[in-house]
């Protein structure tokens, strides 16, 4: 399957144009910003480098710098920052530890996605943000690449659980997007080892009534209990998986929440720091061993 | 999640706005009112402004004061006062232990909004009232608040079956909120530990045929079942410790239906004086040993 | 739950007006008149002033007198008369002893709402009527009422069988209703103690399809079972109860028949004179004990 | 429930109003042939009088007599004789024994509407016809003359089992009608004592999708297997006392059927004459001994 | 039921009034064409004359001769043929063996309509064809000739099956009918003794959704699994008797085939010259036995 | 069933009114593309020679050469070339795995159509491609036939299985297509000895609502599971053959692998040299023994 997104030498192309008439400092290469925007849509490069000449003319700047564009590239990608917005000092502390879960796990998992950022300031709609930039762009996702992904969406609730005792309703849309995923991965992905190399379901995503009105049903009931097995079976594996790892590193947990805290946005190198290495320690051998 | 409505300092914003050409007392502070009207938004904020201005000059005031402003919050949060309703004194006793009950369960857990007012004037589609206002607005709730919700829900149905013997259609609505509240739970925030961190269920509000048409089942019966439990479970246990706090503390109950018979509305403070503390004194301890 | 009908005030306004420019006797009080049009709307008023100028009209009256004003009333409440129909002595008979069932059950269970006339002359579509009228306007009602109610709708039905030994299709509308009240005591009040206090099923009344397109059931099938059960139970032990009264209360429940088939129409005081009290001797306790 | 036809009063007027300017006879008398037309609609029985004006001025009749009267109510009530219609010797057999089966199941039961007409000439789309005429206008339905339409509605096809030993395709509408009237009796009326006085199902009538697009089904799958057992039964019981009817009067069966394979067309009275006696010889007690 | 076609009368009319200004030779006869052509709309009729005018313009002919007609004829009831399409040798061997199978059942089955033609040069969508012509217009349909009809729908499948050891998609349309026959003759019909005399399911026809939504279900998914059941033992065993008949004839099936691809096509009169006998061998009694 | 595509003649018909105005070389043989096409449409074949021109204009020949023809019918066939997407190194071995197990299966099962290509240069919106060009076109599959197309669209995840050790998204189309496949053996070409001679569901292809909207279900939940089971049962059957071909020819698997990688795209001499023989080595015995 291939992403209908521009590759590297297509956002090279359509940086180009976008940047024409533009005043550009001598430091900003099309190239460079290339390499680190794999992803981003024709529309989402044309943003960011619009926003990019908004911020130099918002700060007088003459010529639109690498750094401009740098902020620029976080606002497409994460939303616009709203440090307006009045946060009480408990619901900041739980939002620095559930992003400090997501980002240690991302961490420590190998083959995920670098970090980019982690912010706990408020960025379009969610109190806080994790952000993972691919090194290349993937056409198509291996299994141990999406029992990760889960893992990773997982590891916000997990880290509030640990810290706090409970749970709270900002997990919401990481758990909808977690059970979406495992369920894909048992009903179109034949990644179920019960559920065998079948597709359950049948996309309907052309009729007029709008969009996928959901997977058409296409099987018995006694089928249906055995996918709703399955796809509970992976993510709490996966759950459980991501216990243990914030458990045994509930210290470093602690510290990025802490870090999160004080400096309030934490870039990759901030991370590795707070860890004291280059994370992926979990060795692929023990995650294969949980498959 | 962020609610869509302003915050402290976009409240101050809107009332200077909507305030302007206003004849206002000097005892108007913006400030003081925008602290007091968390949860509003835009429109009901000008909406309460214009009905001061109302009041005002139906009582033929030159200026708007604060207590026209409280009076217009109050009828904005609450609805009309409805006073020309002929009520029997059999309704008026029910909805007198009705609200009792609310209020009283609102008074004693920890971690409840704390109450605004108590009425026994009909208002709006409803006999009666208790209305709570957050002190600081939450973007997120932990399950330990939403159970305490449950309760508060259930409570004026538990006061009337305590007192009378039996209860009325009038808790219908109650049970409804309670109800859905207890599914979102199980269901979108993963609060069921038999559940498990997954969500059930699509949520389908974009389809032309209304709005959300409920959500899309995309479970199978088994997990249904397993879902109803779960639902039945958290609500039984929250009508369970309402019938616990409301029987050890019948006599407050008491105490608090008869001040509504006999003075129909009733403040936090007056409250407070009734059951001699502060409240809150179900110890958090003894809550969670429940959860 | 407030009903969208004006209350005594609000009836005795709205016939002022209507009455304005009507030639009335001055024996027409519109506040006596208010007082005994409990639960008509606006447009029943409207309707009832009318109609009663008509029937004045009609009869060369120069003015619309009380009596007038009555069977207007009757009229609005019960469909008009119609005389010429021709029905079988056998029908007139079984619908004697139908209605006669309605009303010396409603006569004989406490709390109920009196009877304001029975008739076996046939009215809009239905071959007799037993017409009650509420002292005052009820808000909400208690379970113990709804239960009566239930009481009531199966008696014409248990009158046809202790008499004839079987059933028409004449009491289908009768059961239709009485199962839709059960319905709505189990899933939308909460007075199942089996079912306990939850809402079952979601109202889709906004729907373009039409009106409530039917209750949306939001439940897993092993909740419609208990469900059903539980409605069946309710049902069966009110038509149990209606039973017992029937069986035990026979010979006036001929003497009511009879009179009907004499004198077709009778009221609460012609009833009141045949069953020799006046009504409600089924001790509260006693029905209590059966719910 | 009143069915919106006129009865005998409303159709002699409706028959002086379309009789107004015809020429009639001396013998037609509006009184006589309203009281031979139960159940007509007003279209009915003006489509009546002007089919027999037609048969009048083609047979050169000047005036429109009573016979011709009779052969245009024949025509309303049971459709066009189609004469010209080739069917084969085995098919007018079966239809003969078909038919004689209705007839005499109609004659036997107590209770039952008289037969006005049997016949084997095809009309409208029935390969043959027996049709009853009610002595009177009913309102309501006893269930005991329900189950005897039940019998009736089999009889055909078990004659036809009784004398050919295996069944057609002609007995299809036959007992989808009877399976119709079941499940009414079953979930409409409360005619099923292990069902009770309840009702299944909702009819949703006006929903613009077209009429009456199914009973909605309130229940749940239980109570659906409980139904249909019940519907079951009620056919086979009705289905057993048809075979046990005709085996032991197969006779005449034979006889009928005979005397319509001679002259195609029986009345009452040729009926009665067949089976030597009036009818109805099956004894109440007997029929309510199966109910 | 009577099938809205016109009978030999109406079609001899038809043929008429379509041949009127035809040239016709003086072999054509309508009376003979009218005999021969059961089942025909007026509208195939009318098309038959035409396509007969064309084949004798085609081939020069000053007139219509019998001879243009009966390949109108043909070429009506069963598609034009396809002479071009280009088939390989194994697909042809394939098609006359299932072409075989669907003859000689229908040949040996008694009751059955006679064959007209059997055919491998592929007409409309269909590879190859065996047509059958009835003798006398049939309005009902007894359950023994219905069952053949199941027969000689799976003959096809079976003589592939037999001769090849393997089946092919090719007998997706004869299953789907087979399929469809015997569920009506279980749901519609009463046909099956274990559901008895009752219809199962709505049509629903009228909707505006398009023609016959598909049956509406108003039975409970337990009667469902018993439909189910049924359908399945119907078909399979008329399966079992084909495979019987076939095996037991199997040299006479191969001789058919042969036949079939060295002249293409067969009239009734050549397979009664290669089966040695008129057909219907198999006696009443013996297909009897197995209803 | 007929295939509503052109035949070889039509085809060539076809390919010389498009190429009617183009100016051909000599070379250029419409009775040898003809044979080539087989499945192609009047569409497809209009396409192919448009795109032919083109090629011949870009390239700067004078005339259309066969060569043009036949890189113009891969790109019709296959989609376009996307030389310029950017593939890591690990995507193109995981496909080129992919394809060679493809590649290996359909040849050697016996009785698949011949591999056209097989190749790893991404195309329209595929990594990479196996083709399948059938040396004559069918009108109906045989059920080995279809059984192999169950091997072969597993092979792909399959190969990438044996040699990666876990599987990736990118077969979730294959195993789509094959679950689809089995699902139609079973429920629409009578293809499962459990299943029986019997069509399951309904096929609604002509509802305004779009096409096909799924099979309308007409059977009961417990036949869906019956139908599952066969489903899963087909296709693990199939799985397990794949897995045992590929086992044992693991080497020639990773030599098609190693020569795809170097020189991107195979036809079938290439692979026959890599594999040493013409394929179709596994004997149709072993084949049968397993369906």
């Known amino acids: 399957m291939i992403v209908p997104v521009p590759d590297v030498k297509g956002r090279e192309k359509i940086l180009e144009v976008h940047g024409q008439k533009k005043?550009?400092?001598e430091d900003v290469k099309w190239e460079v910003i290339a390499r680190g925007t794999p992803g981003f849509s024709g529309a989402d490069l044309e943003n960011m480098v619009n926003e990019a000449a908004l911020l130099a003319a918002r700060g007088d700047a003459e010529k639109i710098t690498m750094i401009h564009m740098e902020q620029a590239k976080d606002k497409v990608m994460m939303g616009a920052e709203r440090r307006s917005m009045i946060i009480t000092e408990k619901e900041k502390e739980i939002t620095a530890y559930h992003e400090a879960g997501h980002a240690l796990v991302?961490?420590?998992l190998p083959g995920t996605d670098p970090i980019h950022k982690v912010t706990i300031i408020p960025r379009g709609r969610a109190?806080?943000?994790?952000?993972?930039?691919p090194v290349d762009e993937?056409?198509?996702y291996a299994s141990s690449f999406l029992k990760n992904n889960l893992c990773i969406l997982l590891s916000g609730r997990v880290a509030e659980e640990l810290i706090f005792g409970e749970i709270t309703t900002g997990s919401g849309n990481d758990i909808e997007r977690c059970t979406q995923l495992a369920r894909k991965m048992v009903c179109e992905w034949g990644m179920s080892e019960e559920m065998g190399p079948l597709s359950y379901g049948k996309k309907e995503e052309q009729i007029f009534l709008g969009r996928e009105i959901a997977q058409h049903r296409d099987y018995s009931e006694s089928t249906a209990v055995k996918i709703d097995d399955e796809v509970k079976r992976i993510v709490l594996?996966?759950?459980e998986k991501?216990?243990?790892l914030l458990s045994e590193n509930s210290a470093v947990l602690r510290s990025i929440a802490q870090a999160l805290l004080e400096r309030e946005t934490l870039g990759l190198d901030d991370i590795k720091a707070i860890i004291g290495h280059d994370g992926k320690t979990a060795s692929p051998a023990e995650i294969q061993a949980q498959a």
Chains 1, 2, 3, 4, 5, 6 share one sequence.
């Not at 109190?127 to 930039?133: E, R």
């Open 23 to 25: 005043a550009l400092a």
């Open 106 to 108: 991302a961490m420590l």
């Open 127 to 133: 109190l806080g943000l994790t952000q993972q930039l």
């Open 138 to 140: 993937k056409h198509t």
């Open 237 to 239: 594996k996966a759950n």
């Open 242 to 244: 991501v216990h243990q």
